[in-house]
Every structure is written in structure tokens, then in C-alpha cells.
Nanobody, 122 residues
Framework: QVQLVESGGGLVQAGGSLRLTCTASASIFSMIAMGWYRQAPGKQRELVAV???????NYADSVKGRFTISRDNAKKTVHLQLNSLKPEDTAVYYC????????????????WGQGTQVTVSS
């Protein structure tokens, strides 16, 4: 079992930045792909960014060039740096562990954090 705890959400003005952190409890952290999803009111949950155990990254087109995912296997943490934030980035952001790759896409993994709210005002 992997427990994930997110932190770092908040309220920010458009153009601002936030850094989200997800801390994992299990030693298998270094062996699993980690990702961040987000869900806005009335919308489906969408994959924002993924990082493999080796550090390869993938991003949703809507956040490329603005968001950066990184991981520290020694500290069992994964970060999401959110820059140049837009009101449409407003959502609950969820850390997800053990994503599976299918061809060019990913399916969510079994482990979820509780979510952290990001609100971007215009």
C-alpha cells in the first residue's frame, strides 16, 4: 500500500506560480511512475503530467511550457511546479502513483492522494 499526501495548493492571481508536493510512504516509490491529475467542477479528471522512475516526463498540451514535474526518489517526493497560471487551471489537483503506460498514453494508477485545491483568479 502506498499513501500519498499532497500539499502546496492555494489561491493565486493569473500569471502567478505555485509548487505542489506529493509525499509517498512506501519504499516502492522509486520504482513506479508518478503523476498529477486535476479535476475542475463539472469536468472529467484529466492527466496533467507524468514522470517515470527514470525521470522521463510527459505533459498535457494545455500545460506544456508552464508546468514542470520532478521527483526526488531519496525523499519519496514528486513536485509539480505551476507557472504562468491561468483561471482555467483552477481545479483540485491529485497526486497519483503507479501509472501504467499503454502505447502513447497512460492509465491512472492505484494510489491517490486526497487532493489539493488550486484556484487562479483573473
Amino acid at each position: 500500500q502506498v499513501q500519498l499526501v499532497e500539499s502546496g495548493g492555494g489561491l493565486v492571481q493569473a500569471g502567478g506560480s505555485l509548487r505542489l508536493t506529493c509525499t509517498a510512504s512506501a519504499s516502492i516509490f522509486s520504482m513506479i511512475a508518478m503523476g498529477w491529475y486535476r479535476q475542475a467542477p463539472g469536468k472529467q479528471r484529466e492527466l496533467v503530467a507524468v514522470i517515470t522512475p527514470g525521470g522521463q516526463t510527459n505533459y498535457a498540451d494545455s500545460v506544456k511550457g508552464r508546468f514542470t514535474i520532478s521527483r526526488d526518489n531519496a525523499k519519496k517526493t514528486v513536485h509539480l511546479q505551476l507557472n504562468s497560471l491561468k483561471p482555467e487551471d483552477t481545479a483540485v489537483y491529485y497526486c497519483n502513483g503507479d501509472l501504467k503506460k499503454y502505447g502513447a498514453s497512460y492509465d491512472w494508477g492505484a494510489y491517490w492522494g486526497q487532493g489539493t485545491q488550486v484556484t487562479v483568479s483573473s
